[in-house]
């Protein structure tokens, strides 16, 4: 049986003359559609073409097929018809009853082709992962956690490379006193997610974690979030902090960096190395849930204090900052002081950011610019990049290629080298998750799927170009050992026929489809030297090995 890709849907045009006779007792038949498929496992532009039709008299129909290169033929309603390259055509059905005939119903069929241009020696980013955030459900309820069938959904079928968890506010409750074992108000015990972090660990997943509030007991309001019940807010940095302020105390540095150290040590202990550490999640806002607000100045005190302990304590855990979000002279000015400090400069491990709204996909877009201008910060000192939370996607289509577009430009303009989603899991699926507990999985999943399966941790941005006017958002990766090839194909336009040019590509790639009805699915093997079939709204990954 042929591998067929369903490309249009198109409406037909009536043709003068072909008008029943109402004179006649018969009636001709209907055409009601024509499905049009291209055959992926044969030459070239061969499509299939299956007329739907009926005649309200119930008599046997025949079919002529007009396909507008001169060939033509009477062989029923199924029919196929190899196209030479590069031009369009209308091709014609007429259905007769061998009294009546139809009108003509037409489809029209493009086999141009547009240049897809690879250039392997153009080297931008290298990847160091890919992934999201949490466990089969949040940290904050009861569970499950990590059953075996979600941790195979991770590794085995989504591909994920890096995932980011909480340093929970629960593991020192009091001052110097950290247990694993100990249960507060909205967080298991700490020993709970060992099991699911030793499996991630095992497979080669980078962990990295974020604070979202120091222990109630270290802050100036004695809370672990702003104490509002509802409400969040951007609040000044009162560099005094009093009762009122959702702050960490000025003389609690010391004691958080140990914390911070202890965690670490900890995990190290249970066979868990942790990859990076923010110090903190958001720092410009006070939220309802736990949060603790900074400035620049503020951040990079912190910073210095814990990078300080961790060097002396030869950690080779990288601590990222300010995963901030929103306004971008606001990140700016989380960032600047600790790159503008030669003590704090090499502890600064990577910019992350949290990508909210930034999903414009042309060069002169404000968000391609402001990751433009996200990048450069760090650039200089060769620190890379990180997008550490996004979300907010609808759970349809339209949310699954926003996303797959946000993604793009990111790794585009942004150069960004890991992705993290939040969240992984949830109870139910909604526009902040990638599935639900119980496996069941969005579309965004499987536009995830396209990069995380085939993007792996060390693989190099290279360069790729499409002409702007196909609305093709292209991205190629290669593995630094020369042995494979990623490009990713974003269609935001309509069915369209690529082809790869460039050196040194291999000969073949697999190909596999994401859109809205179609989920990661393999196309097969396709020759790099043939054309290759881009529907409409999707996103396609070749994977090349040499």
């Given at each position: 049986?042929?591998?067929?890709?369903?490309?249009?849907?198109?409406?037909?045009?009536?043709?003068?003359?072909?008008?029943?006779?109402?004179?006649?007792?018969?009636?001709?038949?209907?055409?009601?559609?024509?499905?049009?498929?291209?055959?992926?496992?044969?030459?070239?532009?061969?499509?299939?073409?299956?007329?739907?039709?009926?005649?309200?008299?119930?008599?046997?129909?025949?079919?002529?097929?007009?396909?507008?290169?001169?060939?033509?033929?009477?062989?029923?309603?199924?029919?196929t018809h190899h196209f030479e390259a590069g031009k369009n055509y209308t091709v014609q059905v007429k259905v007769s009853d061998g009294q009546a005939t139809s009108s003509v119903y037409a489809v029209q069929i493009s086999t141009q082709v547009s240049q897809i241009n690879i250039d392997l020696s153009q080297h931008f980013q290298t990847i160091e992962g890919l992934g999201?955030?949490?466990?089969?459900?949040?940290?904050?309820?009861?569970?499950?956690?990590?059953?075996?069938?979600?941790?195979?959904?991770?590794?085995?079928?989504?591909?994920?490379?890096?995932?980011?968890?909480?340093?929970?506010?629960?593991?020192?409750?009091?001052?110097?006193?950290?247990?694993?074992?100990?249960?507060?108000?909205?967080?298991?015990?700490?020993?709970?997610?060992?099991?699911?972090?030793?499996?991630?660990?095992?497979?080669?997943?980078?962990?990295?974690?974020?604070?979202?509030?120091?222990?109630?007991?270290?802050?100036?309001?004695?809370?672990?979030?702003?104490?509002?019940?509802?409400?969040?807010?951007?609040?000044?940095?009162?560099?005094?902090?009093?009762?009122?302020?959702?702050?960490?105390?000025?003389?609690?540095?010391?004691?958080?960096?140990?914390?911070?150290?202890?965690?670490?040590?900890?995990?190290?202990?249970?066979?868990?190395?942790?990859?990076?550490?923010?110090?903190?999640?958001?720092?410009?806002?006070?939220?309802?849930?736990?949060?603790?607000?900074?400035?620049?100045?503020?951040?990079?005190?912190?910073?210095?204090?814990?990078?300080?302990?961790?060097?002396?304590?030869?950690?080779?855990?990288?601590?990222?900052?300010?995963?901030?979000?929103?306004?971008?002279?606001?990140?700016?000015?989380?960032?600047?002081?600790?790159?503008?400090?030669?003590?704090?400069?090499?502890?600064?491990?990577?910019?992350?950011?949290?990508?909210?709204?930034?999903?414009?996909?042309?060069?002169?877009?404000?968000?391609?610019?402001?990751?433009?201008?996200?990048?450069?910060?760090?650039?200089?000192?060769?620190?890379?990049?990180?997008?550490?939370?996004?979300?907010?996607?609808?759970?349809?289509?339209?949310?699954?290629?926003?996303?797959?577009?946000?993604?793009?430009?990111?790794?585009?303009?942004?150069?960004?080298?890991?992705?993290?989603?939040?969240?992984?899991?949830?109870?139910?699926?909604?526009?902040?998750?990638?599935?639900?507990?119980?496996?069941?999985?969005?579309?965004?999943?499987?536009?995830?799927?396209?990069?995380?399966?085939?993007?792996?941790?060390?693989?190099?941005?290279?360069?790729?170009?499409?002409?702007?006017?196909?609305?093709?958002?292209?991205?190629?990766?290669?593995?630094?050992?020369?042995?494979?090839?990623?490009?990713?194909?974003?269609?935001?336009?309509?069915?369209?026929?690529?082809?790869?040019?460039?050196?040194?590509?291999?000969?073949?790639?697999?190909?596999?489809?994401?859109?809205?009805?179609?989920?990661?699915?393999?196309?097969?093997?396709?020759?790099?030297?043939?054309?290759?079939?881009?529907?409409?709204?999707?996103?396609?990954?070749?994977?090349?090995?040499?």
């Amino acid at each position: 049986m042929k591998n067929i890709l369903i490309l249009t849907f198109l409406i037909p045009f009536c043709c003068a003359g072909c008008k029943k006779n109402s004179s006649s007792p018969n009636r001709p038949p209907t055409v009601q559609e024509v499905k049009t498929t291209l055959l992926l496992d044969s030459p070239a532009f061969t499509f299939q073409f299956t007329a739907t039709a009926t005649d309200p008299d119930l008599q046997s129909l025949t079919y002529l097929w007009d396909f507008g290169d001169g060939g033509s033929t009477h062989d029923g309603p199924v029919v196929t018809h190899h196209f030479e390259a590069g031009k369009n055509y209308t091709v014609q059905v007429k259905v007769s009853d061998g009294q009546a005939t139809s009108s003509v119903y037409a489809v029209q069929i493009s086999t141009q082709v547009s240049q897809i241009n690879i250039d392997l020696s153009q080297h931008f980013q290298t990847i160091e992962g890919l992934g999201g955030f949490g466990m089969q459900n949040q940290t904050w309820t009861d569970g499950p956690f990590a059953d075996q069938r979600y941790i195979n959904d991770l590794l085995n079928d989504l591909g994920l490379s890096m995932i980011r968890v909480d340093l929970p506010y629960n593991f020192e409750l009091h001052p110097g006193y950290f247990n694993i074992d100990t249960q507060a108000a909205g967080r298991q015990p700490l020993k709970t997610y060992f099991p699911f972090l030793q499996a991630m660990q095992q497979a080669g997943v980078k962990i990295i974690a974020s604070v979202w509030s120091p222990p109630a007991w270290m802050k100036s309001n004695g809370r672990i979030d702003n104490g509002t019940g509802n409400q969040a807010s951007a609040p000044k940095y009162n560099p005094n902090p009093g009762p009122d302020d959702n702050e960490l105390r000025l003389d609690m540095y010391d004691d958080f960096a140990h914390m911070c150290a202890v965690y670490v040590q900890v995990l190290k202990e249970h066979g868990i190395d942790l990859y990076a550490l923010s110090i903190q999640n958001e720092p410009r806002f006070s939220e309802w849930y736990e949060s603790c607000v900074y400035d620049g100045e503020a951040l990079h005190n912190l910073l210095k204090i814990v990078g300080d302990t961790f060097q002396q304590r030869g950690y080779q855990t990288k601590l990222f900052i300010p995963e901030d979000i929103g306004w971008l002279d606001g990140i700016k000015g989380m960032v600047m002081p600790s790159l503008q400090d030669p003590a704090t400069l090499p502890y600064v491990g990577a910019i992350a950011v949290h990508g909210y709204a930034f999903d414009g996909v042309t060069a002169n877009s404000p968000d391609a610019q402001t990751w433009q201008t996200m990048y450069s910060w760090g650039a200089p000192y060769g620190i890379p990049l990180w997008m550490t939370e996004t979300s907010g996607f609808s759970n349809d289509w339209n949310g699954a290629m926003s996303l797959a577009k946000a993604m793009y430009t990111a790794f585009r303009f942004g150069n960004i080298s890991a992705w993290l989603f939040w969240t992984i899991s949830t109870s139910q699926i909604d526009s902040y998750s990638l599935m639900d507990v119980n496996g069941n999985k969005s579309l965004r999943y499987f536009v995830s799927k396209n990069f995380y399966k085939f993007v792996r941790p060390g693989y190099i941005r290279a360069g790729i170009s499409a002409d702007t006017s196909t609305h093709i958002y292209p991205l190629v990766f290669k593995d630094p050992q020369g042995r494979h090839i990623t490009v990713i194909l974003i269609n935001d336009g309509a069915d369209q026929a690529v082809q790869l040019s460039g050196n040194g590509l291999p000969q073949q790639f697999v190909q596999y489809l994401t859109n809205a009805n179609t989920k990661f699915d393999s196309i097969g093997m396709i020759p790099s030297s043939k054309a290759i079939l881009l529907p409409a709204s999707s996103v396609t990954t070749l994977y090349g090995t040499y």
